[in-house]
C-alpha cells in the first residue's frame, strides 16, 4: 500500500511539472508573439542608451566596433554594453564593416558577444571562414527604388569554380567533401538597409523583394526609419524586424531620446499587432 501510494505522488508530481512546464512554454509563445517584429536599436555608445532601449522592449542592442563611425565604441564600453543588453534580457550586436573574420572573432571573444553584423564588403567576405558559434547577421543594400544592390552570402560562381577544378585533378573524387565542409555560407539574420547606411534615409519599401530561405530566422528592415513612418514600413514590407539607429537619437544624432526609443517601439508593435 505504502507502494502505491508513493508511486501515485511520484507520477501526480510529474504531470504537476509537465502542466507547470506547458504552461510556461505558452507563456513563452504569448510573449515572443507580444513581441513581434524584433526590433534593433543600433548605434548604442552608452550603458545608459542600452538600459533605455531594453527597459523599452528592445530585442536586439547594436554596438559598432568600426573606429571610423561616429557611433563607434572602444573594446571596454563595448563590454559593459554587452553585460548590460544580457542582463536586461536582450540580445547585443557588434557590427563590423572593413574587418577580417579573425579580427571579428578577436573582438566577439574579447566582449563577450555572440553576434557579428557584417556591414561592408571586407566584413562581409569574412563570412567564410567566421566559425559557426557567431551568430551572423548578413546586411544586404537596396537603392532609392528599393532594388538589392549587394551580393548575397555564398558566392555560387566562386564556389563552384573552386569545386570544378578540384574534381579535374586526380584528387578529384575527394572533392565531394567540399559540398560538406566547405566554405560557411550560413546566416542566422538578414538586414537590408539604404546604400548609404546610418545616413536616416529611407527607400521605396513597396518595390522591395526581400529574399525568402536565405537566412535561417528572416529579416531585419533598416534605413531611415522613425517613430512617425516605422508602422508605414512594417505594413508596407512586412518584415521580420525592424532596425533603427539616427531615427531614435537626439538632434546630434549619437545620443539615444528615450521618448523617441518608447514611441519607436510602441509604434511597431502596433503595427505588427494590427496584421496579426
Known amino acids: 500500500t505504502t507502494q502505491r501510494r508513493t508511486s501515485r505522488a511520484v507520477t501526480v508530481t510529474k504531470d504537476a511539472s509537465r502542466r507547470g512546464a506547458a504552461t510556461a512554454n505558452a507563456r513563452a509563445g504569448s510573449d515572443e508573439a507580444s513581441m513581434k517584429p524584433i526590433v534593433k536599436v543600433c548605434g548604442i555608445t552608452t550603458v545608459r542608451d542600452c538600459e533605455s532601449a531594453c527597459e523599452?522592449?528592445?530585442?536586439?542592442?547594436?554596438?559598432?566596433?568600426?573606429?571610423k563611425s561616429k557611433r563607434s565604441v572602444d573594446e571596454a564600453t563595448a563590454k559593459e554594453i554587452v553585460a548590460c543588453a544580457k542582463a536586461k534580457g536582450a540580445v547585443p550586436v557588434a557590427v563590423f564593416v572593413d574587418e577580417d573574420a579573425s579580427e571579428i572573432t578577436r573582438v566577439c571573444d574579447a566582449i563577450g558577444c555572440d553576434h557579428a553584423q557584417l556591414h561592408g564588403d571586407g566584413a562581409r567576405d569574412a563570412l567564410e571562414t567566421l566559425p559557426m558559434r557567431?551568430?551572423?547577421?548578413?546586411?544586404?543594400n537596396a537603392d532609392a527604388n528599393g532594388q538589392i544592390v549587394s551580393k548575397f552570402p555564398g558566392d555560387e560562381e566562386k564556389l563552384i569554380a573552386e569545386r570544378q577544378k578540384r574534381m579535374?585533378?586526380?584528387?578529384?573524387?575527394?572533392a565531394a567533401i567540399d559540398f560538406v565542409s566547405g566554405p560557411r555560407r550560413v546566416v542566422d539574420w538578414l538586414l537590408i538597409d539604404g546604400v548609404n547606411a546610418g545616413s536616416g534615409t529611407a527607400f521605396d519599401w513597396s518595390k522591395l523583394?526581400?529574399?525568402?530561405?536565405?537566412?535561417?530566422?528572416?529579416?531585419?528592415?533598416?534605413?531611415?526609419?522613425?517613430?512617425?513612418?516605422?508602422?508605414?514600413?512594417?505594413e508596407t514590407a512586412n518584415p521580420t524586424g525592424v532596425d533603427v539607429a539616427s531615427g531614435v537619437a537626439d538632434e546630434g544624432g549619437v545620443v539615444k531620446d528615450a521618448a523617441k526609443i518608447a514611441a519607436f517601439i510602441g509604434s511597431a508593435r502596433a503595427a505588427a499587432k494590427a496584421l496579426a
Open 56 to 67: 523599452h522592449g528592445a530585442n536586439f542592442v547594436g554596438m559598432i566596433l568600426w573606429p
Open 134 to 140: 557567431l551568430k551572423a547577421i548578413w546586411v544586404l
Open 168 to 174: 579535374s585533378g586526380e584528387q578529384g573524387w575527394k
Open 209 to 234: 523583394k526581400a529574399p525568402r530561405g536565405a537566412s535561417r530566422k528572416g529579416w531585419l528592415l533598416a534605413g531611415g526609419l522613425n517613430p512617425e513612418n516605422v508602422a508605414q514600413a512594417i
